[in-house]
């Protein structure tokens, strides 16, 4: 069962179905569902014309997923990935409902980009079982899931999550229950340091350049943070900054500004770069 059908949910349903498994995908109104499977479609219509999927693919998959607004319809899943608002408070509550609702032995995991894995799973009965999949963006096409394993998620847990990642054709990295895990912990201060000199006066072009050309990163950090959403991005920086309480993660002024300024990134059409 996935639990949310927006931009990550819908891409982990469709990994999930292509990689064999029967999905119960799970949103709060048909409306939510018809935009999550219009993704699902798009993007495997993509994956056909560039020859990633077979011409059936698209159709079979699509076969495999049930759209429900109703929770308990995904009672008998033996895994569940919960893709909803980065709140604790949302999250918490789907997992109280969850721990109700499915197996005893099932496993939970969340898809959260910076929450504690170890206060979401404190909610449940089975805080051992519960585990991050943290899937990257856009999630058919990115190879890594992150894995996050809490101080109390046991091993069983963590090599089950470990081998439905690699059926779904993603390589794993287990990282540990801190802010940012490992990969959002040294990209998303690199996004910052980049925003910093921007506010010094550089080119956003020329820093993107410069990070291209001189450490072969194939997408420059202002560039990539545009991407992502500089809102969700700044999101992510504060809780670095209060999560280890250190004076290194500090938000850029300028981030903020733009935050508040409404320049979201591509997604609103402006950021350190403007979009059609
Ligand atoms: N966007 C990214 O690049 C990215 C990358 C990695 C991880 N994440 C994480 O994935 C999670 C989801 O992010 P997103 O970008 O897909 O958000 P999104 O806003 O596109 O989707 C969230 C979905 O959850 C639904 N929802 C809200 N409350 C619900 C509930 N109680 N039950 C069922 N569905 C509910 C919403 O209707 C919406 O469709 C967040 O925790 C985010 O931090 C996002």
Redesign the pocket.
């Known amino acids: 069962m996935v ?8 891409g982990i349903a469709q990994v999930s179905a292509k990689a064999g498994y029967q999905v119960t995908l ?4 048909d409306a ?1 569902l018809q ?2 499977k219009a993704q699902i479609e798009k993007s495997a219509a993509t994956l056909v014309k560039k020859g990633s999927y077979l011409p059936d693919d698209p159709e079979l998959l699509l076969s495999r997923i049930h759209f429900t607004t109703q ?1 308990k319809e995904g009672k008998d899943a033996d895994l569940v990935i919960e ?4 709140r604790l408070s ?2 918490q ?2 997992f109280r409902e969850l721990d109700e609702i499915v197996k005893a032995d099932a496993i939970l995991a ?6 504690s894995i170890a206060a979401i799973s404190s909610v449940t009965r089975r805080p051992d079982q519960v585990i991050g999949m ?4 856009p999630v058919p096409n990115m190879k890594l899931l992150e894995l996050v394993r809490s101080i109390i998620t046991s091993e069983q847990t963590v090599q089950i999550a470990q081998a439905v990642g690699e059926k779904m054709g993603k390589e794993t990295i287990v990282a540990p229950d801190y802010p940012g895990f490992i990969v959002n912990r040294v990209l998303v201060p690199m996004m910052n340091e980049a925003a910093f000199l921007v506010m010094e006066g550089n080119d956003p072009e020329e820093v993107d350049r410069g990070l291209m050309l001189g450490a072969n990163h194939p997408i420059g950090p202002l560039r990539l943070a545009d991407y ?2 500089l809102d ?1 991005t700044l999101y992510t920086l504060e809780s670095l900054y209060e999560g280890f309480n250190d004076p290194k993660y500090r938000p850029c002024p300028l981030f903020k500004r733009m935050v508040e300024a409404g320049m979201l990134g591509k997604k609103s059409g402006r950021g350190f770069y403007q979009y059609e």
């Open positions: 639990v949310g059908a927006g931009l990550m949910g819908a799970v949103d709060r109104t939510d935009r999550g929770l893709a909803v608002p980065e949302i999250k509550e789907v969340s898809n959260t980009s910076s929450l943290h899937f990257f963006s992502c959403g969700t």
